[in-house]
């Protein structure tokens, strides 16, 4: 950028007086002058802070990739093959994406046109349904509901999620128990389930590792190598697991 170049001498001046004398023997006139010279330029010039924030942003993200990758790698299990989570579309698929959600997550709700798409188009892709209940206590009491519903119709899991992702107003444990009912499974059946079998050890296992991976919101999926944050949208997603059956990573 042609905004530059002075304020780059000026720092290069700085680093040149700096390396040659130690910092203690600069006079206060000296440090005085440098540091009005360059707030000045900045406050002159206050897009420059705008290219350093891009410059900080990019550099986390890529620091928080890098850790992702690490926790993705020991963490193989967990992530792709919790018993706590429901694999939906094919259960032997070359490809998995893991999605972690929440049923009161607006977002979620967008994003499950892109796996119903998905599914219907790529009949090679295993998705795994990782509950996520982080907005508040009527998420947990759905989950709860939905733990029990999983423990008992595993096989209608999948209708279920469509169902209450999909349904109005927020989620909670009287809306879940309309689905599950809906579906034939009754209040007493879960109610009788959620007191018999705690939903704990799930909320636990993906508290932590969501902590570990640096998730901060829903959705956020797993594929391949990579973490994913944010209702990406469908070409998106398929653009990754293309990737990965062409060269065994999302980004070729």
Do not use: W
């Amino acid at each position: 950028m042609a905004i530059l170049p002075k304020i780059f001498t000026a720092l290069a001046l700085t680093a040149s007086v700096a390396t040659a004398y130690p910092a203690a023997a600069l006079d206060e006139a000296q440090k005085k002058e440098f540091g009005e010279f360059i707030k000045q330029y900045l406050i002159e010039n206050p897009e420059i802070m705008l290219d350093v924030q891009d410059a900080l942003q990019k550099k986390q993200e890529q620091t928080r990739l890098v850790k992702a990758n690490a926790v993705i790698a020991d963490n193989k299990s967990t992530i792709f093959d919790s018993e706590y989570d429901v694999t939906i579309g094919n259960p032997k698929g070359d490809i998995t994406i893991v999605e972690f959600f929440d049923y009161n997550c607006g977002y979620c709700r967008h994003a499950l046109s892109d796996m119903q798409t998905m599914l219907e188009k790529d009949k090679n892709v295993r998705f795994v349904l990782k509950e996520f209940p982080i907005l508040g206590p009527e998420s947990v009491a759905a989950h709860k509901v939905s733990d029990a519903f999983r423990k008992l119709a595993p096989e209608k899991y999948s209708a279920f999620h469509v169902a209450l992702l999909s349904s109005d107003g927020r989620a909670d444990e009287a809306s879940a128990i309309d689905v599950a009912a809906s579906l034939g499974v009754s209040e007493k059946q879960i109610r009788d389930e959620m007191a018999k079998s705690s939903s704990d050890a799930s909320v636990k296992e993906t508290y932590q590792l969501a902590q570990s991976l640096g998730i901060t919101g829903t959705p956020s999926y797993v594929i391949g190598n990579e973490l994913v944050q944010g209702a990406v949208g469908f070409d998106d997603l398929e653009g990754k697991v293309k990737n990965m059956r062409a060269c065994g990573k999302t980004s070729c």
